[in-house]
């Protein structure tokens, strides 16, 4: 059992622009496993920005302590090597499958909004380029590269792909064959990595925003309802909570009772939308 302190040297693989954040090497829950998975998430963060879930994917949020993943993935490809140790990204392992575990999965939070977003070619690359290079260094196949939603189906969504036209099969053939295309009949081939100097990281942990994390109540069907989506909390209007149910999120009436049930089977992290009384 070890912290992978060879992520960084990983991540540089790929050509992208690589960003250490802080600490990043003594980061986590604890030691990891043999690493048997590699999981694939969108961190239902800001539509602004290039990666600014990094706060709450390193450092947590209320109710759930961080690290949420070993690296992130900007809009631009630039790849954030987060965590050395167990991340909280999977799962409460009594809900998964031991090789889809935290102590045996590592986890990329790639930045997107999780509601139908486009994906950059650039960040699709990095991702895609990132996956190889793990299952390279841990000794995996493409078919050990799987999605949040396909290890806990019934709860999450991620990565969603939609926009794209594509699904975690295509994902998977990218991975096999070292980069990302286009799905066209004609390959763009592979990115080149962007010459922009990487943003500047907070070198000590800040919580996120009272204003990011408080549930904000809006009306659908005459009931009232807030969301719980990806890794933090995230106040919806009317408009936007009908975008989020045609994106395939799940509506589900609970009582209080339930809701205190659900935060803790799920880490206080489903994909639902939780009707208030």
């Known amino acids: 059992?070890?912290?992978?302190?060879?992520?960084?040297?990983?991540?540089?693989?790929?050509?992208?622009?690589?960003?250490?954040?802080?600490?990043?090497?003594?980061?986590?829950?604890?030691?990891?496993?043999?690493?048997?998975?590699?999981?694939?998430?969108?961190?239902?963060?800001?539509?602004?920005?290039?990666?600014?879930?990094?706060?709450?994917?390193?450092?947590?949020?209320?109710?759930?302590?961080?690290?949420?993943?070993?690296?992130?993935?900007?809009?631009?490809?630039?790849?954030?090597?987060?965590?050395?140790?167990?991340?909280?990204?999977?799962?409460?392992?009594?809900?998964?499958?031991?090789?889809?575990?935290?102590?045996?999965?590592?986890?990329?939070?790639?930045?997107?909004?999780?509601?139908?977003?486009?994906?950059?070619?650039?960040?699709?690359?990095?991702?895609?380029?990132?996956?190889?290079?793990?299952?390279?260094?841990?000794?995996?196949?493409?078919?050990d590269v799987l999605g949040h939603k396909e290890i806990a189906p019934r709860r999450k969504i991620d990565p969603n792909f939609s926009a794209n036209g594509f699904d975690m099969a295509d994902f998977r053939a990218a991975v096999r064959r070292g980069?990302?295309?286009?799905?066209?009949?004609?390959?763009?081939?592979?990115?080149?990595?962007?010459?922009?100097?990487?943003?500047a990281i907070p070198a000590e942990p800040k919580p996120a925003p009272q204003e990011d994390i408080d549930m904000q109540l809006f009306k659908l069907g005459g009931a009232k309802y807030r969301l719980l989506s990806g890794t933090a909390y995230r106040g919806v209007s009317k408009s936007l909570a009908e975008k989020m149910i045609k994106a395939g999120h799940k509506v589900v009436a609970v009582t209080a009772e339930e809701n205190a049930e659900l935060s803790r089977n799920f880490n206080g992290t489903p994909d639902l939308v939780e009707v208030v009384k």
Not at 13 to 41: F, L, N, S
Not at 78 to 92: D, E, F, Q, R, S
Request: proline share 6%; net charge positive.
């Open 1 to 143: 059992m070890t912290y992978f302190t060879g992520l960084a040297r990983v991540a540089r693989a790929t050509g992208y622009p690589v960003i250490e954040v802080d600490g990043w090497e003594g980061r986590g829950h604890g030691h990891m496993g043999a690493v048997r998975t590699i999981v694939c998430h969108h961190t239902a963060g800001s539509s602004t920005g290039n990666y600014p879930s990094l706060n709450v994917v390193a450092y947590g949020r209320t109710g759930l302590k961080g690290p949420l993943s070993h690296y992130g993935i900007g809009r631009d490809g630039t790849i954030y090597v987060i965590a050395a140790g167990l991340c909280a990204h999977a799962g409460k392992d009594s809900q998964l499958a031991p090789a889809h575990r935290n102590h045996c999965a590592i986890g990329i939070e790639a930045e997107n909004t999780g509601l139908g977003e486009r994906w950059p070619d650039k960040q699709l690359d990095a991702y895609v380029k990132l996956c190889r290079a793990l299952i390279d260094e841990f000794g995996l196949s493409a078919n």
């Open 179 to 199: 980069y990302w295309t286009k799905p066209t009949t004609k390959p763009a081939g592979t990115i080149k990595p962007a010459a922009a100097p990487a943003p």
